[in-house]
């Protein structure tokens, strides 16, 4: 059994964008997060598969609605942060206050506890681990936001590649880390289980490496998307550089086709429950 995880979040609300778009600007373009998630949402449905949705409280201020309707049909609501500004931009003290609202706002939806976080663009690097405590000890149970790989933006390229207890990498704290899905050739880690990479790759190379993980490793891989993934219709940001177009656009129209593939393909359910977290 995999993890399917979704970060909640708008098109315009993405890194690759933060040069042209302040966030004090979100309000004056048109949302289609709710579309884009409905969506995500049917397709589960078909397949009968439950998922992780890692929601930003900007989001479920402003339509509550949808984080009721992903909980209604089954799945699990966790945190993306409230803004989506990257934790090494924040202090420890306006990171605590990001997760402790997101947290209460999410629960206040559904009456359930919130367990899981994800950074926003994966922003736990090593001069960021501190907000593994603080996640600690604001009550959430897990992480998913350390992506063992070299990034210019993001990436930890020594991490353990499978679940770990935190506490076991320089952090001591209680917390399950479970790191995006690489898959190691020779002496380096290639992204190949969500996002960017999922559309560039071929889906039979894909299909392959996550067999490969699955059959040979005997591990659970974690897979990602966003809803503005399954967008092509998305309007378009102008006056971003040549690298942050190409991973926001690359083959949005092939994004759909490709994810009822996978959902064929392999099985999924909730973090939670990959990782048996009980309560
Ligand atoms: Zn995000």
Known sequence: MNALTIDVEDYFQVE??????????????????????????????????KATFFCLGWVAERQ?????EIAARGHEIASH????????????????ADVKETKQILEDLTGKPVSGYRAPTYSITKKTL????ILAEE????DSSIFPIKHDLYGIPDAPRFPFNINTFHVKTKLIEFPLTTLRILNLNIPIA????????????????????NNKEKQPFIFYLHPWELDPNQP????????????????????????????????????????????
């Open 16 to 49: 690759a964008f933060a040069s042209v778009i302040d966030p004090q600007n979100w309000k004056d373009y048109p949302s289609r997060v709710g579309l884009n998630t409905k969506k995500i949402l049917d397709i589960l449905d078909e397949s009968q598969t």
């Open 139 to 142: 009550g959430y149970r897990y």
């Open 81 to 96: 942060g409230y803004d989506h500004q990257p934790v090494y931009r924040k202090s420890p003290q306006t990171f605590r």
């Open 194 to 213: 969500g996002g960017g990479y999922f559309r560039l790759f071929p889906y039979t190379f894909i299909k392959k490496a996550l067999r490969h993980i």
């Open 130 to 133: 501190w907000a593994l405590e």
């Open 236 to 279: 378009r940001i102008n006056h971003i550089s040549w690298r942050s177009r190409f991973r926001h656009y690359v083959n949005l129209d092939k994004t759909e086709g490709k994810f009822r593939k996978l959902l064929s393909d392999f099985r999924f359910s909730t973090v939670l429950e990959v990782l048996s977290i009980k309560f």
């Open 64 to 68: 509550p609605h949808l984080i009721k």
